[in-house]
């Protein structure tokens, strides 16, 4: 049982490069998210799905865009990179019903926009 | 106003210190608050949960919530060097539906040998 498997763990990009960031769970999880952590400042969530086919966005979904065509992927893909999107991204699934709310989190992935 | 205040220190005190950790929140809807862990270059993982107002402790871990001041603590007895970690606070006001957690900021600790 992997967990939450996130890859890339780093990478580097171009400004006006664009590449897919890849989560996949083996916990057969409703609900999956992308959030960005960026020092001092918290996770802000991206984008979530409660389950394959719908997706909505979070608090800060401009520059991303994901997809969820099974239950267990959940790839969130930048197009035209910015010096902004810089940060540690994190993937996280739960389970509808959970009775404490918890997530299971990525290892992350660290991306660097130069 | 952030709907969520962290103080991210750093924190640093010696082995053994008894650690106080805080956050503020602006909503009154929350009623879930959480208490995560996050090692260096590692994802967040769930430490404390506690529902509506009270304590709860689990070993050296005790988590508190006010609701009425809107405030929750987090208190580590006998600290060790393996609790060096960034603490982010965590709260929803529903648990049915997808978990949108709003998170802190994180508060950085070292415990020093």
Known sequence: ?114 | QKEVEQDPGPLSVPEGAIVSLNCTYSNSAFQYFMWYRQYSRKGPELLMYTYSSGNKEDGRFTAQVDKSSKYISLFIRDSQPSDSATYLCAMNALLQGAQKLVFGQGTRLTINP
């Open chain 1, 1 to 114: 049982n992997a967990g939450v498997t996130q890859t890339p763990k780093f990478r580097i990009l171009k400004i006006g490069q664009s590449m897919t960031l890849q989560c996949t769970q083996d916990m057969n999880h409703n609900y999956m998210y992308w959030y960005r952590q960026d020092p001092g400042m918290g996770l802000k969530l991206i984008y979530y799905s409660v389950g394959a086919g719908i997706t909505d966005k979070g608090e800060v979904p401009n520059g991303y865009n994901v997809s969820r065509s099974t239950t267990e992927d959940f790839p969130l893909r930048l197009e035209l990179a910015a010096p902004s999107q810089t940060s540690v991204y994190f993937c996280a699934s739960t389970y509808r019903g959970t009775n404490t709310g918890e997530l299971f989190f990525g290892e992350g992935s660290r991306l660097t926009v130069l």
